[in-house]
């Protein structure tokens, strides 16, 4: 008894290395981002967008111009940038990525990828070292559930580039927030590894608890898509408008994918997952019969579960409707995602229920 005591203690303090390990190579992957997005400002797309927009030139500065054979000139307008024609179609191409095209920011971004990939596999050892030390699902507490969340996060992001999608703009953004979510949880959130109450030693914490996981997360990803695709869009109705975004804005906005390309990938992320978030809530119903005797309670996780759900069912159903296409969807979809990380912080930290037994 002794002797398996002290090995699930060594795994727990392994479990806890190699999340804090992770966390090291994280941080050596953002600083590779910001140098791939450094490198990637001083690419020929930014200064060219730069000068069609003339954010990169003198405002007094000449229009094109252009000699004839006879060594004449003819003086031409400069070029306008067309951004937008119809509602709803898609006229702007997707920019070149972070790197802009350059060799050397797109050598930075590839490495930054590698050790994103690193620092993956370091974080989702600590999550397969701390549930062989507690010898249960590692999904009892916070804690548990935020180094998992992370890891499924930065999981679906390299699923999602291995298929050769167009998400290597997501890079920087994703492990910032990783980042926050690690230090969060081994600051304010750490839990010593524990046994749980007899209510969750069930078969349902394995399938309930990891679709929820996997459900934030993609929803994570696709409420970064649509944050990504406010900004975007807002810089494309400006030069649309003849607005001038300035120099740091344009040499930024011009590599990403194009707002219809990231409301797109939004939608489709949302509503791909949709469908497994609701298998999500009918699997807690049954858990808790099976637990507490009923299937529904109103306890306030249920009920913000459930509010979620309505929030993305709305979101989904607004996308397939015309008046609320673009950034109206989009407020929604943050909208439905502020309710489930409401769900996950400010149910289990603020409100007492059924599910507030585990702690933090």
């Known amino acids: 008894m002794q002797l398996a005591a002290a090995a699930n203690e060594s795994l727990a303090h392994l479990s806890n290395n190699l999340i804090y390990a992770s966390m090291a190579v994280y941080t050596l992957a953002f600083l590779a981002h910001i140098t791939e997005w450094i490198f990637g400002s001083r690419s020929k797309v930014a200064r060219t967008a730069a000068a069609l927009t003339g954010t990169g030139a003198r405002a007094d500065a000449p229009a094109v111009q252009v000699r004839g054979k006879a060594g004449t000139t003819a003086v031409l307008d400069k070029p306008k940038v067309v951004t937008r024609s119809a509602a709803g179609t898609r006229d702007v191409p997707d920019g070149p990525g972070a790197s802009g095209g350059t060799v050397q920011g797109d050598l930075y971004g590839r490495i930054a990828v590698s050790l994103t990939t690193l620092g993956f596999l370091l974080a989702a050892g600590g999550v397969v070292t701390r549930a062989m030390s507690v010898e249960r699902a ?4 916070m804690y548990e559930f935020s180094i998992t969340f992370g890891t499924v996060a930065v999981g679906t992001y390299l699923a999602l580039l291995a298929l050769k999608k167009n998400v290597r703009w997501l890079g920087l953004f994703l492990v910032t927030t990783v980042l926050l979510d690690l230090g969060i949880a081994t600051t304010w959130l750490y839990t010593e590894s524990d046994q749980l109450v007899p209510a969750l030693h069930s078969y349902w914490l394995w399938i309930h608890v990891s679709t929820a996981i996997f459900c934030g997360a993609v929803f994570y990803i696709g409420a970064a898509g649509t944050v990504m695709y406010l900004f975007r869009d807002a810089y494309e109705s400006k030069l649309a408008n ?15 994918p194009s707002a219809a390309s990231l409301d797109k990938f939004s939608y489709r992320i949302n509503a791909a997952v949709f469908p497994l978030w609701t298998f999500t809530i009918i699997a807690g119903a049954i858990w808790a019969g099976d637990a507490w005797g009923r299937y529904w309670g109103w ?5 913000w579960s459930f509010v979620t759900w309505v929030a993305y069912a709305c979101y989904l159903h607004a996308r397939a409707t015309a008046g609320w296409k673009g950034r109206k969807a989009a407020y929604l979809a943050l909208f439905a995602f502020a309710c489930w990380i409401w769900n996950y912080y400010g149910v289990n930290i603020l409100l007492s229920g059924k599910h507030s037994y585990a702690g933090v």
């Open 138 to 141: 590692p999904w009892g507490n």
């Open 242 to 256: 003849g607005g001038t975004p300035g120099r740091f804005s344009t040499s930024v906005m011009e590599r990403f």
């Open 299 to 303: 306890d306030p996780k249920e009920v």
